[in-house]
């Protein structure tokens, strides 16, 4: 039994340790891995700010003892960096390097003059022999302000290239510099003494704490008033070490200061919301014909107008044509805003407040000579925002249909390829004449100006060139009214639920000049029926049924959504015409046809809302023309 004693003892001990570094191991995941390490340091950089304000008041003070509860802060700061201490020293991999750390040290000076002041205050007294030592011990625990470094030095999260992290250095150490060789000098020119050196006992001139921060920062600044001198030898040398570290540290702080800003990009900075405003944020490709299709397309007072930024963010500084779209004198102003970064940097991300985001878009080069890399960057890209804030919608302009699968895998929300969506367009136009213009025409926002080749009241047109154009002014007129049509999504209205598909749809188009052509239900699997109705069958509109409609802006949907009023003027004409039967059966088209009926081939002749939708087009407001010199001289 003994035998086998002392191997078990050994293997129990090696499972303990094993289960404590575990739990080290733990404890430093959680401790690194959120925000609690910067919560932490903070705090310690307010006690240490906490303790310096402490021993200024102190200066101050009359009283020849310490206060209690100047004497009860000391305990809760001592403690606080006695806990800091612990944390750390467990945290760490190798205690015993970490005890020899100068960080370690000087936490350890931060503590132990406490247990000083306290044992010799209340042991000594007054004794004049302990009196120096006992104020340089308070003096002493100043250095806990250089604590802050921990702090100061950890770059905040978007910084670009440590610019702040530099400003907060070389700030913090001239705040410390000053306060701590303000406090030493008060210290040596009110109590320290040499006898063979000295002939003064004390300096009234630096009698008050406020009068050495000021001597320090007059001789700082080489202006040197002479109005308060040090008297004593500890002074004049303490003035000497002073100024010779202010030469060596201040300029090494402001060269490394004046070097990051020479390699700090205007574009570098981060995006700071003004109020509530909405953002998005576009990556990818952003060239300039590319960008301004998207921005134009993205700011068209068809849909609305709102106050949304657009973030774009590329990793190389704008070119000369972008800078026309943004800034002061820019096409959209400050609208869109430029930033210089990266996707793929979580960092750059959190500059751009990515989370709060309404949207990120991915453009993709149209003319790419190698797709597949341009794609598999793409995929990179979605990966990266997704992972930072997944509830972000993504979408994204693809090259390559062999990668939806992929985009799809990496998380993109809405993704359009370009070349499927082109091919498809062209074959749709082999057999449908005019199919790409329609499809084109629907999905962009044109407007209704109307450029003319010409005047036709020109007096130098002959007659049969004066007809020329007005019959070229007659169709423009319609194409451009045709083209300023694009297809919205519609919310029925209470009003419209239990009604027929063509009663509301003749209802849209006498009140709002729009034509509803589709309804989509989410309860069976959001299908969408084109017309759904035919000779036999009306289709009710249901509850959770939603439509889409040609029509010229987006106010018309919301204005149709907020509709309250009843159906009159159709379920009369439903009633005493037949006008629900009256719609023809867009399934009994024949192929051979070659088009698309027209409005008259689908409304009755009969239709008692003919005359109303007459006066309406008569009424038209006509649109906006300017005239064009002929293109052929």
């Not at 950089?45 to 003892?65: C, D, G, K, N, Q």
């Not at 004046?258 to 953002?279: F, I, K, R, W």
């Not at 423009?476 to 049509?485: A, F, K, P």
């Amino acid at each position: 039994m003994s035998l086998y004693s002392r191997p078990g003892s050994v293997m129990r001990e090696c499972v303990k340790e094993e289960e404590l570094e575990s739990t080290r191991i733990r404890a430093l995941k959680i401790w690194n891995g959120t925000d609690l390490y910067r919560k932490w340091d903070r705090a310690v950089l307010l006690f240490s700010i906490a303790s310096a304000i402490m021993y200024v008041v102190e200066t101050y003070s009359v009283a020849t003892e310490t206060p209690t509860w100047s004497k009860c802060v000391e305990v809760i700061v001592a403690a606080f960096f006695s806990a800091d201490y612990a944390i750390r020293l467990y945290l760490s991999e190798s205690r015993l390097y970490f005890c020899l750390k100068g960080t370690s040290i000087l936490d350890i000076l931060c503590i132990l003059p406490v247990v000083f002041v306290f044992v010799l205050d209340d042991s000594q007294g007054e004794a004049s022999q302990f009196i120096f030592f006992l104020q340089f011990l308070r003096v002493v625990r100043l250095i806990r302000i250089l604590r802050g470094y921990r702090v100061v030095t950890v770059s905040k999260r978007g910084d670009p290239d440590n610019l702040k992290k530099q400003i907060n250095i070389l700030v913090y150490t001239l705040l410390t510099l000053i306060f701590i060789t303000a406090a030493l000098l008060h210290l040596v020119e009110k109590t320290a003494r040499v006898p063979w050196l000295d002939n003064e006992e004390g300096n009234p001139e630096l009698g008050d704490f406020h009068d050495a921060v000021y001597f320090v920062v007059i001789t700082l600044t080489t202006v040197g008033y002479g109005d308060i001198t040090p008297k004593t030898a500890v002074g004049r040398v303490m003035v000497m070490v002073f100024v010779t570290a202010s030469v060596i540290i201040i300029p090494r702080e402001t060269g490394k200061l004046s070097e990051l800003m020479a390699l700090t990009s205007h574009y570098g900075g981060s995006y700071v919301p003004d109020g509530n405003t909405q953002h998005v944020i576009v990556c990818g490709y952003l060239e300039y014909a590319n960008l301004l299709s998207f921005l134009m397309e993205f700011f068209h007072e068809a849909h609305g107008h709102h106050q949304t930024v657009v973030i774009l963010l590329s990793p190389s500084p704008p070119s000369k044509t972008i800078k026309l779209l943004f800034g002061q004198n820019g096409l959209y102003g400050f609208r869109v805003q430029y930033f210089e970064g990266s996707s793929l940097d979580d960092v750059d991300l959190h500059r751009m407040k990515y989370s709060s985001a309404v949207a990120c878009f991915f453009l993709a080069d149209k003319l790419a000579t190698e797709p597949q890399s341009t794609d598999s960057e793409t995929i990179m890209r979605v990966l990266s925002v997704k992972n930072h804030a997944p509830e972000v919608p993504v979408f994204v302009q693809l090259l390559m249909p062999e990668n939806k699968e992929q985009i799809v895998t990496a998380g993109a929300d809405h993704v359009v390829c370009l070349r499927e969506l082109k091919m498809n367009i062209l074959a749709m136009s082999s057999i449908v004449s005019g199919f790409s213009t329609l499809f084109c025409n629907l999905f962009r926002n044109e407007g209704e100006d109307v450029v003319i080749a010409g005047d036709p009241d020109d007096p130098d047109l002959d007659d049969e060139s004066r007809e020329e154009r007005e019959h070229v002014e007659n169709w423009l007129d319609e194409y451009c009214h045709g083209i300023s049509y694009e297809i919205y999504p519609l919310a029925f209205p209470a009003a419209f639920i239990g009604r027929t598909f063509e009663e509301v749809c003749c209802f849209i188009y006498a009140e709002w000049d729009s034509l509803l052509f589709a309804v989509q239900k989410p309860q069976e699997g959001n299908i969408c029926m084109l017309h759904p109705s035919n000779s036999s069958t009306s289709y009710v509109i249901a509850q959770d049924d939603r439509g889409f409609l040609f029509a010229t802006d987006s106010k018309i949907p919301k204005q149709i959504e907020a509709f309250s009023g009843d159906l009159v003027l159709v379920n009369q004409a439903a009633r005493t015409d037949g006008l629900a039967a009256g719609f023809t059966d867009l399934s009994k088209i024949e192929p051979d046809q070659g088009s698309l009926p027209r409005k008259k081939d689908i409304v009755l002749e009969e239709d008692p809302l003919a005359p109303l939708v007459k006066a309406k087009k008569d009424n038209r407001e006509q649109p906006k023309c300017r005239p064009m010199p002929p293109l052929i001289p």
